[in-house]
């Protein structure tokens, strides 16, 4: 039953699928970064990485409080 529900949300899947591409092909570039030069540079892009995250993660929840505003 859950596979098909996943199936059915095609907006759904396509992030996945999105993220999936995403998260193999950075795997793959810090991989080939590391083989060719020291890992300070690849230490440096996943911290970039991972604020660029919260940044996202922390205007989605200001976004969320201005809607809940909204709705009140």
């Known amino acids: 039953g859950l596979c ?5 949300s095609s907006s759904d899947s396509d992030h996945f699928r999105t993220r999936d591409r ?12 590391s083989l060719s030069r020291p890992t300070v540079g690849v230490t440096k892009k996943i911290n ?9 993660s922390r205007n989605l929840r ?3 409080q201005m809607l809940g505003q909204y709705r009140e």
């Open 4 to 8: 098909t529900s996943m199936a059915e």
């Open 22 to 33: 995403l998260s193999r092909w950075t795997a793959r570039s810090t991989y080939r970064e």
């Open 48 to 56: 970039t990485i991972t604020s660029t995250l919260q940044d996202t």
């Open 62 to 64: 200001q976004v969320d």
